[in-house]
């Protein structure tokens, strides 16, 4: 089965940048689309940034020009660079993947989710 561990959350002031890292690991074949959802309480899930195979990037209104999304195919590895942060931001970050098994079957999985709070 396919795990994703997440890392990068946590305190930043308003104006600073973070971070996050998500690695996938198991049955993985390939991987399609990377992505990273955020939710708060009271509101829906959100996606905040996706990227595809070759490249192609999509980013929520609110995040475009702060946040960068990445990849590395070599360590089955998606980043979300944070920058300019604003307590807007504030929200479990989820990280989702979808690809191709090493068994022939596609999968979809979520990460636990990492907390990002920006407060002064």
């Known amino acids: 089965q396919v795990q994703l561990v997440e890392s990068g959350g946590g305190l930043v002031q308003p104006g600073g940048s973070l971070r996050l890292s998500c690695a996938a690991s198991?049955?993985?074949?390939?991987?399609?689309?990377m992505g990273w959802y955020r939710q708060t309480p009271g509101k829906e899930r959100e996606l905040a940034a996706r990227?595809?195979?070759?490249?192609?990037?999509n980013y929520v209104d609110s995040v475009k020009g702060r946040f960068t999304i990445s990849r590395d195919n070599a360590k089955n590895t998606v980043y979300l660079q944070m920058d300019s942060l604003k307590s807007e931001d504030t929200a479990v970050y989820y990280c989702?993947?979808?690809?191709?098994?090493?068994?022939?079957?596609?999968?979809?999985?979520w990460g636990q989710g990492t907390r990002v709070t920006v407060s002064s």
């Open positions: 198991g049955s993985i074949r390939s991987i399609n689309t």
């Open positions: 989702n993947v979808a690809g191709d098994s090493g068994y022939g079957w596609p999968f979809y999985v």
């Open positions: 990227i595809t195979r070759d490249g192609s990037t």
